[in-house]
């Protein structure tokens, strides 16, 4: 049986900092100290005040850099820009590398493309039979319900569609959705995402799951959101009451650091796994933000304090204009690598990149498979330690040894 409190337990040298990262803090009303209690706590109050001009970001946020204030210019003309005033509280204004700053602020480094950037990364588009609805894995579709995100991140890879900004003029039709998987027997699993599908009414969000839920073949629903990270306090308990009714229902959340882990935050997921649906996180490797193995590190026990299992870290799509934001696969292994068996399995996510083009996730680790032969294995644990598996007698390798890849054999996008 292995037994993990028997590995040497050293003491980090980075301890302090990593204690730091872990604290739950509560954001308070901050620059909103005269609006009362009632109306801090309604999200639609939060929604309605969202900060989403650069005077109003400058009023609050002297300390734009120039970058910044060229970008906010922009703001919902050619870049989305919303900030609920409960996550803008977050931001340290006296940092110009606060993390939180390079997720929601936009700046002007947006507007430059470099040639391998593409508006739809991922190949979303060209596996959609239907509008709003892709179907690029065997067993599962993805519907985009709607385009409004409670704030709208900086690198995100629908960036094309979100909010409008660049007039992608997108219309969910829910009606052919449903009839598509409705048609589609091999369909099992579908994730509703957007946009954030939470923005939506309570009574909007039931109509579109229960009708999913007459399907008959359909197993499984899945929810992708960013809102109880950007707006806790739509976690209500009414939410929870309807969203229950729809088991098995799970939901993806997306956090990329541990200072977005407040108290509120921790409230929020609670409710929701009191209401018996099994929480998981999907994180961006993002520049300035989380490429760090500390921070990951934090951020990654964190989440399992709030009951959430780390369970994606994406390297950063190849989206138009996130050049400042991405960070290397180099880095990203290097962080994998820190975190598997130096801290608990559950912890540890899977390190993906999205294929550019519409490949789809493809898993990515630290070799940690030296040498396969039809007779042994050879691995290396964590601590870099080299072990012989002898293979049984049915092991020979399922696949050729790697070898160089034609430039002619790669997929272009
Ligand atoms: S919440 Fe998700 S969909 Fe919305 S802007 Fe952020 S990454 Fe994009």
Known sequence: MHNETSESAEEPPSSTVLDKLKQFRSVGRGFWQDIQESSW???????????????QLQRLMPTLTPEEFAGATLANNKLAMAITPYF??????????????????????????????????CGEDS?????GLVHRYPDRVLLLVTDRCAAYCRYCTRSRLVSNAS?????????????????????????????????FSDDKLENLLKRLREIPHLEFLRIGTRIPIFLPQRITPELCAMLRKYHPLFISVHSNHPRELTIEVR???????????????????????NDDPVIMKAHVQKLLMCRVRPYYIYQCDLISGSAHLRTSVRKGLQIMEELRGHTTGYAVPQYVIDAPGGGGKVPINPD?????????????????????????????PLVEPPKEVEESELVQS
């Open 127 to 131: 596996h959609s039979p239907i509008p």
């Open 267 to 289: 409230e929020s997921l609670g409710r929701l796994a009191d209401a018996g649906i099994p929480l998981g996180n999907q994180s961006v490797l993002l520049r300035h933000v």
């Open 41 to 55: 706590n309604d999200w639609r109050w939060q929604l309605k005040n969202r900060i989403t001009s650069v005077d």
């Open 368 to 396: 940690y498979v030296l040498e396969r032969d039809s007779e042994k294995v050879i691995v290396r644990n964590y601590e870099g330690k080299v072990f012989e598996y002898p293979e049984a007698v049915d092991g020979t």
């Open 88 to 121: 803008f509280n977050l931001i340290d204004p006296a940092d110009e590398n606060c993390p939180i700053r390079w997720q929601v602020i936009p700046r002007i480094q947006e507007t430059h493309n470099a040639p391998w950037e593409m508006s739809d990364p």
């Open 167 to 199: 007039g992608y003029d997108f219309h969910p039709e829910f009606d052919r959705q449903i009839e598509y998987v409705r048609n589609h027997s091999e369909v099992r699993d579908v994730l509703l995402s957007g946009g954030d599908p939470l923005l």
